[in-house]
């Protein structure tokens, strides 16, 4: 075999082992180390969107919106309300915190409420005609009836009995009329407005059941000190306010309301944390699991540390190498290191099997070091060389997560094959001086499977092609989950506060962008009011169930035009004076006092005399201005707002409604982006990189297998494990409902290069010749180099993110099925091979 060449690189590092054991071990605990050393210097990424394509227009786009308007920046202190007669007691906590809020160094504002709502009345009130629609026109000229308006007065009688707030009656009193519910409704189809309780002022839920406290921090949700720093200051103030509140209303501290805190600022810092549990929960128990494996395999506690510092080296050079190299990890490299002790160990237990096997035949250690050099040397090597591939296959997808994932992964498996032949030898030349070591324990013990598969290979054959034509069938059933929401982990509490804030407030974060750009304020109001008459039809056809836009405070040309025309039409109806003289009539027939009301019947003038349309200036010098601003995003020579459309329940969750994307088809300056848009372009972009790493890593295993082999039906033999276990891991995954994602899909080309290398080891060893005995040494190698790799990447299932979950459940199963293969099956198809 051509790779035979290979046993050079493996016989110098054992005999260095072996000649210089105490330099190597030295050298071995400098490297650990300054793998710690570095490896707590490491940042975390936690921006799940900085994982994707750097470059790919639609996720620019939908990260550009993120990044101009703010969405992840906006900190939410949420107060619940537990019931009706507790409003007050929470509203009175929410003003307390705001104050306390505002002495933070870390904040640049709060917002707890609007700040003067019967200001905004005054401002718009003279305006109330322009924003009626011809249904709103049509209900004017019956209120401005004298019947109309006496039922008005009535209307306004009953409202100032019941026991609203004090700013409702206040309303009342300022628009007699009735126009603040139409002008209220506008606001709140604003994109940046919360649905805010116009009678009290607040950020309060339509069901009273959670006030809000809106905060911008001074500092990025990715910067995870700032972060930290931020939420300590701000869980101190509130400790504070609620140990003083409960003070003043001498009630126990259990009975303030609890406080909560949301926004991209609290789900980054968990996220980083959550990271951070994961890869030392992950690196102990992988590392534990091995060694329990190691010990159960071998019955010596001495052998413990044969596995544990080849490991220990190889993930500490691999700290080292992405300290130096990236400088950071994210929620698809913090699991590289389980995954290096599963598969990392496979060379230590290989190259360990058939030394030990060398020392039972009575060898003495350096004989059987050099023996194991010469024969298992070349098949870990090549089976090194096609599992770095399928993982540096990776670097050809354009995820910056995957590639970096592979990058971390490949060049730590080189780094722990190059430990397994350098410091294996150098620990058993110190620790192993026993005549007779003692043999592998009997539960590994694979002569009666291989010899029962033997005596019975027609029917194992037969029965594996049935269950590989069954999966196939079963993929029909396997279903894809393209949806990066699910991916981030389900127990941050940022991300939960968040959700029951949208729940609360009927808000959504998954709506449809339509970016519109423009050169100033009033050319992207009219484009977007351009857009408004489609939206409309397709709202009327069902393909949107909603949508709202800053154009919504201003009404479009043609309707203010069509407005004053009808206020003409109808000089004697709207007539001012009649109309004040009328409603005070019927004011007074209710019991009320007309003088109570001249603020609002002094607006009427204006009201129903406008001198012309209006523009977003009717909103400066009010409440609503905060809105305005915050759904502008202007830079050099340009302005930029969002119409965010709702789909029905149900509808588009993976691609926009095509007649939306007809509707916006050749706009100027109107682009669509959103979660599902996103959704949609990655589904493309995965499908295509999974088939470009799954092609290249076999391409590559299957040329270095042919490099070596010199045969294509040896090469085909060694891909045997791949096919099942790909095939078979994906059947189970259909029959139990578990889908394929953005990230377990690209376990496939890992089960590549691991299934090939445990081919190569049992293809290798069946081709030295020898009997049953001797071929299960090297199965029972590679059956406990399987069951290390799944407990590697098992403790992935236990991770706080479902995208790492998954990728540990199909690995598992992949590993599992490929090692069945390879040591059951693959001798049974040389042997049919040799025989025919």
């Known amino acids: 075999m051509s790779l035979r060449g290979a046993a050079t690189l493996p016989r110098a590092l054992v005999r260095l082992g072996n000649r210089h054991p105490r330099v190597v071990l030295a050298g071995t605990a400098l490297v650990i180390v300054a793998g710690v050393v570095l490896g707590t210097r490491l940042r975390f990424e936690t921006d799940v969107l900085n994982l994707m394509p750097r470059h790919d227009r639609v996720v620019s786009q939908f990260k550009r919106i993120l990044e101009d308007f703010g969405s992840l920046e906006t900190l939410l202190i949420a ?18 915190l705001a104050r306390e809020m505002r002495q933070s160094p870390y904040l640049s504002q709060v917002e707890a409420q609007l700040e003067d709502p019967v200001r905004l009345a005054d401002a718009v009130l003279r305006h109330a005609v322009l924003f009626l629609d011809q249904e709103g026109l049509s209900a004017l000229q019956e209120r401005l009836t004298s019947g109309g308006l006496a039922a008005r007065a009535a209307d306004i009688r009953a409202a100032l009995d019941t026991p609203h707030g004090i700013v ?40 009273h059941s959670l006030v809000l406290i809106l905060a911008k921090p001074k500092g990025a949700a990715q910067n995870i000190d700032f972060d930290q720093a931020l939420m300590d200051d701000l869980r101190a103030r509130i400790a504070r306010v609620r140990e003083q509140f409960a003070k003043d209303e001498e009630i126990p501290l259990q009975e303030v309301p609890e406080v909560e805190i949301g926004g991209g600022h609290r789900i980054a810092l968990e996220d980083a944390t959550l990271i951070k549990k994961d890869i030392v929960s992950n690196s102990i128990t992988s590392v534990v699991g091995v060694l329990l494996l190691f010990f159960l395999a071998y019955r010596r506690f001495a052998t413990a540390h044969y596995a544990f510092l080849p490991l220990g080296t190889g993930l500490a050079l691999t700290f080292i190498f992405a300290a130096l190299t990236l400088g950071e990890l994210n929620s698809a490299t913090s699991g590289f290191s389980a995954l290096l002790v599963g598969l990392g160990i496979d060379f230590t237990i290989v190259t360990y099997g058939r030394y030990l096997e060398g020392r039972l035949a009575g060898m003495a250690p350096a004989q059987a070091l050099d023996e194991m050099a010469f024969h298992t040397g070349p098949a870990v090597v090549l089976g090194a060389i096609t599992t770095v591939g399928t993982f540096y296959a990776f670097l050809a997808t354009r995820f910056v997560g995957l590639r970096e994932f592979g990058l971390l992964t490949g060049t730590g498996i080189v780094f722990m094959m190059l430990s397994a032949f350098l410091i294996l030898p150098a620990l058993v030349t110190l620790f192993d001086r026993s005549r007779a070591p003692a043999p592998p324990s009997a539960w590994l013990r694979l002569e009666p499977l291989l010899e029962g598969a033997r005596r019975h290979s027609a029917q194992v054959l037969a029965a594996a092609g049935i269950v590989t034509a069954l999966s196939v069938v079963a993929l029909f059933w396997l279903r894809f989950d393209d949806d990066v929401r699910n991916l981030r982990s389900p127990s ?19 709506a449809m962008m339509i970016r519109v750009e423009a050169a100033d304020v009033s050319e992207a109001i009219a484009r977007v009011q351009e857009l408004a008459p489609g939206l409309d039809r397709l709202v009327g056809a069902g393909v ?34 009649r109309v004040k003289r009328e409603m005070d009539a019927a004011l007074e027939a209710v019991g009320l006092v007309p003088r109570a009301f001249a603020p609002g019947l002094a607006t009427l003038d204006e009201a129903l005399r406008p001198e012309g349309p209006v523009s ?5 010098g009010t409440p609503v201005q905060q809105f305005i601003q915050r759904s502008l995003h202007r830079t050099d020579g340009a302005v930029t707002t969002v119409v965010n ?10 691609e926009a409604p095509p007649e939306l994307v007809e509707l916006l088809r050749g706009r100027q300056g109107v682009s669509l982006t959103g979660v599902y848009l996103v959704a949609q372009r990655l589904r493309h972009i995965v499908w295509r990189d999974a088939a470009v790493a799954g092609l290249l890593g076999l391409v590559l295993v299957l040329g270095l297998l042919l490099w070596d082999s010199r045969s294509v ?18 059947a189970v995954m259909a029959v139990v409902g578990y889908p394929l994602n953005l990230l377990n899909v690209f376990v496939i080309t890992m089960v590549i290069g691991v299934g090939s290398d445990y081919a190569i080891y049992i293809l290798y060893r069946v081709r030295e010749g020898g009997s049953t005995e001797q071929l299960a040494q090297t199965a029972r190698a590679v ?4 069951l290390t790799t799944i407990v590697g990447f098992g403790t992935l299932v236990t991770t706080h993110y479902p995208g790492l979950q998954s990728m540990g459940w199909m690995a598992s199963l992949g590993v599992f099925f490929a090692c069945f293969t390879a040591v059951v099956l693959v001798p049974l198809v040389v042997g049919k091979n040799k025989a025919s």
Do not use: M
């Open 79 to 96: 107060v619940p309300v537990s019931s009706e007669k507790q409003l007050e007691h929470s509203l009175a906590l929410v003003d307390a």
């Open 168 to 207: 409702a009656k206040e309303f009342a009193v300022r628009d007699p009329l009735g126009f603040l519910p139409l002008l209220l409704s506008r606001v709140s189809r604003t994109p940046a407005a919360l649905k805010v309780d116009y009678s009290s002022g607040y950020f309060l839920s339509a069901d």
């Open 492 to 510: 941050n509490q940022g991300v939960a506060v968040q959700e029951r804030a949208a729940k609360a407030f009927g808000l959504s974060f998954n």
């Open 544 to 577: 949107i169930s909603s949508y709202e836009s800053l154009a919504s405070l201003v009404p479009p040309r043609v309707a203010q035009e069509h407005a004053l025309g009808w206020l003409a039409a109808n000089r004697e109806l709207t007539d001012p004076v």
């Open 616 to 620: 977003l200036e009717v909103w400066l």
């Open 645 to 654: 459309v709702f789909s029905p329940p149900g509808k588009w969750r993976r």
């Open 713 to 730: 039906r040896s090469a085909l033999i060694c891909l045997l494990p791949v096919v099942t276990g790909v095939l078979w891991a994906l």
């Open 783 to 786: 059956v406990l180099s399987a």
